[in-house]
């Protein structure tokens, strides 16, 4: 058992106060800190499978850390829910699951000792139901909150006769919503003060108190929120009534927009300051920290970081991808600390540390035996609450057991659903992990769902379909070999936004620019190893290509081969190394590409768009998604014409168990990265 394990394990109460008393000279700092904040966090909550397994786990952990120390916030970096089955089936329609779901939500609040009563289901609602219940103080808000579109986001979080709307404020300080949103209702520009509790209200800070001291917390979005997004209410189109200031990863803008809130809550008095934020790349955090002044704590989210220090014993086959935390300076060279867990409740982060007079971050009143990465595990469970088992620990939160009621009838009302309807058996695992995975390589699920596009691209036209290009964003979770078959389920979690599907036509010079913007911002170790993960890497079907990280941008790509593309089904070459090939000339009459509708709408900014603008005949795009249409084929719950229809009636044309095995990025095929190799 690790150091931190063994110093909170046994009797919680007296060992983890007597911890937390100790923080102060005895660490390394010149004098006693005037105030000590525990900082419970956690980003990309996103209820999936796994979430929903964590989440009672990780209720009953905050708990028992926070009821030993009163000088706690607990704060999301966001991406609090997705278009997951989980989210989803909240909303059944189901008469019978929607009033299990009702008296769900009634029996939690009534057992966190929350007033309300005659509660209603709807999707999304039990992702910020289990928020409340933990008893989050605030969140920012992450580009999947929009996911749903404006309108159902603001009936997740507002508060309406039969639902509590989100119990915390959601915050962010360079969101712009127009006069004419949907959230311009629960939408302000000025911060929240002390006392007002901001729920369910979007704003750009939050004064919170936390054992009688006060913070000052504000929230980022990140800026590429119209790319990888729909603020715009539609999930197909990007709209600009809903965006970010800066639209695009400048941080030096950013710290222009972020600089002038940490000043106006300087002249509050208020100079403990904590930015929760959601940039999706924590070299961003980094960045930006050292461009401003007064920040204390950055709370990074959306990239899943698993920051972890010596003594975190961490789950099972996870590492460390960085310390925790990591100090660096800001501008003026005061200490700050940037902090991140993995997401899907996977893990409570905690920051215990101590503040000077002026507010100023003491790094030296930061103990590794307390602050530091905890498993939700059912052995981090049982470590933290010194609980003789795992049932008898959640049974003893209220938290904990409260979270677990609404999982149960989430968990019910999805498998009545969608859990025991099976499209494939299944030999291998399939990698849908982010990295080393869709977001930086190929692998067997990118395969398998580029594939399942590009066969039903075919099914549903008389076109001849050569390409199948996709975002490896897109893919949400991985299919565990487990009961070796492939569910309705796992198929709503893999594909969770469920795009439709869309045909156009390429030039082969724009095909070979689309491929080049897939691969553009991805960056790897010189062996290969990726250093970060970016939701626009393409995962593909029908092309095979090759590219070399280390080249200037603009020429990483070195070679592109439509397989089976020529007479008698030869290979077609036609781009190597710089130069157009005689067989792309073949192709003068362009190459028919499947993609997603959110990707050719200019979804992650990929530039589609600017294809079609400059020849609409040519490009001739066509959305495949049959609206009215579900009950057609071997799969009856969506629509057909979407991602998850197409893998689903894949994987039930494929008569054998599922096979392709993944391989390490030095073997993959079909995406060949040059370092990798």
Known sequence: MSAKLSAIGTTLGATLCATLGSLGPALGQGAAPQVTLQLLHASDLEGNAGAVENAPNFATIVDALRSANEATLVISAGDNFIPSPFSNAAGAPNPRVKMALDSALDEAM???????????????????????????????????????????????????DTWTGALFPLLSANLVVGRDSALAPVHQDLGLGVGESGAGTIAPYAILEAGGAQYGVIGLTTPLLSTISSPGGDPNTIEDDVTTEPTWNNMEALAAVLQPVVDELAEKGVTRIIVTSHLQQIALEEQLAGMVTG???????????????????????????????????????????????????????????????????????????????????????????????????????????????????????????SGATFYADLAVPLNGDRAPGVRTEETNLGNLTADANLAAA???????????????????ASIPLDDEKISELEIQQVLAFNNALSLVTLTPEQLVAILEYGISASTYAEDGTPTNAEGRFPQVAGVSFAFDPAAPG???????????????????TIYADGTYTDDAEAFADGIRVVTLSFLLAGGDGYPYPSFVEADAAFADPVDLMKKDVIADGAAQFTNVGTEQDALAEYLASLGTPVDMADTPAGEDERIRNALAR
């Open 110 to 160: 009534a057992a966190a000792g929350i007033d309300a009563s005659g509660l209603e289901t709807a999707i999304g609602r039990f992702d910020v139901a289990i928020m409340n219940v933990i008893g989050f103080d605030a969140s920012a808000l992450g580009n999947h909150e929009f996911d749903f579109g404006q309108v159902p986001l603001v009936d997740i979080i507002a508060e309406r």
């Open 554 to 572: 603009g020429s990483r790509i070195t070679e592109v081969t439509l397989p089976g593309a020529g007479p008698d089904g030869a290979d077609m």
């Open 458 to 476: 075919k099914a549903l036209t008389n076109e001849t379909v050569l390409v199948s290009l996709k975002n490896g964003g897109g893919i949400r």
């Open 295 to 417: 920040v204390d704590i950055f709370i990074a989210g959306g990239s899943d970081t698993r920051l972890a220090d010596a003594t975190d014993t961490l789950r099972e086959r996870h590492e460390a991808q960085g310390p925790y935390p990591i100090l660096t300076k800001d501008a003026a060279g005061n200490d700050v600390a940037i902090v991140s867990t993995d997401g899907q409740y996977s893990y409570v982060g905690r920051l215990v540390v101590g503040f000077d007079e002026e507010g100023r971050l003491l790094p030296g009143t930061i103990d590794p035996a307390v602050s530091g990465a905890y498993a939700t595990d059912e052995a981090g469970v049982l470590a933290v609450t010194g609980a003789p088992d795992l049932d008898s620990a959640i049974a003893g939160s209220t938290a904990g057991s409260a979270v677990e009621g609404l999982v149960t009838a989430l968990a019910d009302a999805v498998l009545t659903t």
